[in-house]
């Protein structure tokens, strides 16, 4: 009988983060390899789940299993995720344990001291989840005779293996470790306190010691500790106590990217929606020149310190200063979704009267068109009194002055409170975007979407659409956002403390001339240092010519495709070779 291998997983079917994309895009090469045996777990979440996921007639041999269960008051729902590979999965209600999870969080202080005092829902639900996803996997091993291998992702499934002894391998994937993560984001000095602190102790510094304390756990009991990065096997090694058995970088696929033939066409069509898009957004207020212009952009979770967005924003501060009125304009986006208060409706309304504009010209053009030839046959002079008639010159005027206009310039095309913290910090270094900064900033606090009103591009088709990703990450232990930017083809920084360019110095060389990916010191380098390297990395290629943006390019999309899940696929075939053997 062939193997079967079972993931489990809080974001199977249920989009919260990065695991979602990293199990989405690699259940196609582990379907080809485990052919009907692959199974993933997650949990049933009533208002969510049935957008990620087709019900299924239970197939006869899970008949027993499901009935089972069903006598611990556990629903068990089959079915296929709905991603192209389209994997069969378990979704599991765990609700029945929701009434008793103090009963839960007691089992787990008795057997490993699990101390849960201070917890609440973001903990409750999953170790509710667990509970029934172990009885179920009890179950299901009684049952099924086939050899199987468990592998778990992250503390929010680890006490899965907690809960019961289930004898089988088990893999316990951390993607990020809860301290690590949490000390980071705080603001303190990470990578300097990781070999003197005690971990346990540190838990408790910041409310965070149930989580760490499952994960830690789940990491000792597995048959194999697995990490995405070298950069989060020292890190987990000091945190968790335990040295990861295997090293699992998380792939992308290609083919979900142009080609590099198709990348041009790509950015110049994305790029025109952009000009169209910062014209309304800025017009209505002064001129702005898009010729000589360069768009930059930072993406991904409001994790201020985490991300570096608080360096982004500095250095922007700092290149505002430097660039010349020879140099490029710089429009900058963040694309970091947040709290909104509602549309700035202004906004809206002049998008609303640009397009209208557009529309009336596109009417005359014909008209126009026919009284230009004749202007310059008869080489009469040219104005827009006599391009235009009076009538249609008025209504022209007409529409134009239905533009609105506030007594601040706008950043944010949407409503946000004052005290935002990304809006706070713009203001602080000047980017207001006054007529004279040759740095201007959209903030942009919603999930890119097609049908969102503004730009009115998916993600991909805006970072195509750019020139340079920003990413300088305080804490980023692969770093997806990257290596999306890269393998569009554009320009594309990070720092040395990714686990992604961490990866890449391992396996390649770096063109000196054009590097295509920047790599920034960020490890132990106060924040002064980092943005004045940054910003000088940004103008760097603000004053590249053409043909030397293009080469570099060239050569992040060639980088970011030595990442492709074709490649590192085979790094979890051997784990589960490895599964299998013990």
Same mark, same amino acid.
């Given at each position: 009988?062939?193997?079967?291998?079972?993931?489990?997983?809080?974001?199977?079917?249920?989009?919260?983060?990065?695991?979602?994309?990293?199990?989405?895009?690699?259940?196609?090469?582990?379907?080809?390899?485990?052919?009907?045996?692959?199974?993933?777990?997650?949990?049933?979440?009533?208002?969510?789940?049935?957008?990620?996921?087709?019900?299924?007639?239970?197939?006869?041999?899970?008949?027993?299993?499901?009935?089972?269960?069903?006598?611990?008051?556990?629903?068990?729902?089959?079915?296929?995720?709905?991603?192209?590979?389209?994997?069969?999965?378990?979704?599991?209600?765990?609700?029945?344990?929701?009434?008793?999870?103090?009963?839960?969080?007691?089992?787990?202080?008795?057997?490993?001291?699990?101390?849960?005092?201070?917890?609440?829902?973001?903990?409750?639900?999953?170790?509710?989840?667990?509970?029934?996803?172990?009885?179920?996997?009890?179950?299901?091993?009684?049952?099924?005779?086939?050899?199987?291998?468990?592998?778990?992702?992250?503390?929010?499934?680890?006490?899965?293996?907690?809960?019961?002894?289930?004898?089988?391998?088990?893999?316990?994937?951390?993607?990020?470790?809860?301290?690590?993560?949490?000390?980071?984001?705080?603001?303190?000095?990470?990578?300097?306190?990781?070999?003197?602190?005690?971990?346990?102790?540190?838990?408790?510094?910041?409310?965070?010691?149930?989580?760490?304390?499952?994960?830690?756990?789940?990491?000792?009991?597995?048959?194999?500790?697995?990490?995405?990065?070298?950069?989060?096997?020292?890190?987990?090694?000091?945190?968790?106590?335990?040295?990861?058995?295997?090293?699992?970088?998380?792939?992308?696929?290609?083919?979900?990217?142009?080609?590099?033939?198709?990348?041009?066409?790509?950015?110049?069509?994305?790029?025109?929606?952009?000009?169209?898009?910062?014209?309304?957004?800025?017009?209505?207020?002064?001129?702005?020149? =898009?010729?000589?212009? !360069?768009?930059?952009?930072?993406?991904? /979770?409001? *994790?201020? &310190?985490? +991300?570096? #967005?608080?360096?982004? @924003?500095?250095?922007?501060?700092?290149?505002?200063?430097?660039?010349?009125?020879?140099?490029?304009?710089?429009?900058?986006?963040?694309?970091?979704?947040?709290?909104?208060?509602?549309?700035?409706?202004?906004?809206?309304?002049?998008?609303?009267?640009?397009?209208?504009?557009?529309?009336?010209?596109?009417?005359?053009?014909?008209?126009?068109?026919?009284?230009?030839?004749?202007?310059?046959?008869?080489?009469?002079?040219?104005?827009?009194?006599?391009?235009?008639?009076?009538?249609?010159?008025?209504?022209?005027?007409?529409?134009?002055?239905?533009?609105?206009?506030?007594?601040?310039?706008?950043?944010?095309?949407?409503?946000?409170?004052?005290?935002?913290?990304? =809006?706070?910090?713009? !203001?602080?270094?000047?980017?207001?975007? /006054?007529? *004279?900064? &040759?740095? +201007?900033? #959209?903030?942009?606090? @919603?999930?890119?979407?097609?049908?969102?009103?503004?730009?009115?591009?998916?993600?991909?088709?805006?970072?195509?659409?750019?020139?340079?990703?920003?990413?300088?990450?305080?804490?980023?232990?692969?770093?997806?956002?990257?290596?999306?930017?890269?393998?569009?083809?554009?320009?594309?920084?990070?720092?040395?403390?990714?686990?992604?360019?961490?990866?890449?110095?391992?396996?390649?060389?770096?063109?000196?001339?054009?590097?295509?990916?920047?790599?920034?010191?960020?490890?132990?380098?106060?924040?002064?240092?980092?943005?004045?390297?940054?910003?000088?990395?940004?103008?760097?290629?603000?004053?590249?010519?053409?043909?030397?943006?293009?080469?570099?390019?060239?050569?992040?999309?060639?980088?970011?495709?030595?990442?492709?899940?074709?490649?590192?696929?085979?790094?979890?075939?051997?784990?589960?070779?490895?599964?299998?053997?013990?």
């Amino acid at each position: 009988m062939e193997p079967i291998l079972i993931e489990i997983s809080w974001e199977v079917a249920n989009k919260v983060g990065g695991i979602y994309t990293v199990l989405k895009e690699k259940a196609r090469y582990i379907q080809e390899k485990f052919k009907n045996n692959y199974y993933l777990i997650g949990p049933f979440l009533p208002n969510k789940s049935f957008s990620d996921f087709s019900a299924l007639p239970i197939p006869y041999e899970f008949e027993p299993i499901i009935d089972e269960v069903k006598k611990f008051g556990i629903d068990v729902y089959y079915g296929e995720w709905l991603i192209e590979s389209r994997p069969k999965c378990f979704l599991i209600d765990y609700t029945r344990f929701l009434e008793n999870i103090n009963n839960l969080k007691y089992e787990l202080w008795a057997k490993y001291r699990i101390d849960s005092l201070r917890t609440g829902d973001d903990y409750n639900h999953p170790i509710a989840w667990c509970k029934a996803v172990s009885i179920f996997l009890k179950c299901f091993l009684d049952k099924v005779p086939n050899k199987i291998i468990l592998h778990l992702h992250e503390w929010l499934s680890g006490s899965v293996i907690l809960f019961e002894n289930l004898q089988t391998p088990s893999i316990f994937t951390t993607h990020a470790t809860v301290l690590g993560r949490s000390m980071a984001e705080s603001g303190l000095e990470f990578w300097e306190h990781l070999s003197i602190m005690n971990p346990d102790e540190e838990a408790y510094k910041f409310a965070v010691e149930a989580k760490h304390m499952v994960e830690k756990m789940s990491a000792r009991k597995a048959t194999f500790f697995t990490v995405i990065s070298r950069v989060l096997a020292i890190e987990a090694e000091h945190i968790l106590g335990r040295k990861p058995d295997f090293i699992l970088p998380n792939g992308i696929d290609i083919s979900k990217f142009p080609t590099i033939e198709e990348i041009s066409y790509a950015h110049r069509v994305n790029r025109e929606a952009i000009r169209e898009f910062i014209l309304y957004f800025f017009s209505p207020y002064y001129k702005v020149e =898009l010729k000589n212009s !360069l768009f930059y952009f930072i993406s991904g /979770r409001k *994790e201020i &310190k985490n +991300k570096g #967005i608080d360096i982004f @924003i500095r250095s922007l501060g700092e290149l505002n200063k430097k660039l010349t009125d020879s140099d490029p304009n710089i429009f900058a986006f963040i694309f970091v979704p947040s709290e909104v208060i509602d549309v700035d409706h202004s906004i809206f309304h002049n998008l609303t009267v640009y397009r209208n504009l557009e529309e009336k010209i596109e009417d005359l053009v014909p008209e126009i068109k026919s009284r230009l030839v004749h202007f310059l046959i008869h080489k009469e002079k040219i104005s827009s009194e006599t391009l235009f008639s009076k009538e249609e010159f008025l209504e022209i005027q007409k529409i134009i002055k239905q533009l609105k206009t506030d007594s601040k310039f706008p950043i944010s095309t949407h409503i946000l409170n004052p005290q935002d913290e990304i =809006l706070q910090l713009l !203001l602080s270094v000047g980017l207001d975007n /006054r007529p *004279e900064n &040759k740095v +201007k900033v #959209i903030y942009y606090p @919603i999930y890119l979407h097609r049908g969102d009103g503004f730009l009115n591009l998916d993600y991909n088709e805006a970072i195509i659409g750019c020139h340079v990703g920003v990413f300088p990450s305080f804490y980023e232990p692969w770093g997806y956002t990257p290596l999306e930017s890269a393998i569009s083809g554009v320009i594309t920084i990070t720092t040395d403390l990714t686990g992604f360019s961490d990866y890449l110095q391992t396996i390649t060389y770096f063109d000196k001339e054009y590097p295509g990916i920047y790599i920034i010191g960020r490890k132990n380098k106060r924040g002064a240092e980092v943005v004045e390297e940054l910003s000088e990395v940004l103008l760097k290629i603000a004053r590249f010519s053409k043909a030397e943006r293009v080469q570099n390019k060239l050569e992040a999309r060639r980088l970011a495709s030595l990442c492709s899940w074709d490649n590192l696929i085979s790094n979890y075939f051997d784990l589960y070779s490895a599964a299998l053997q013990r």
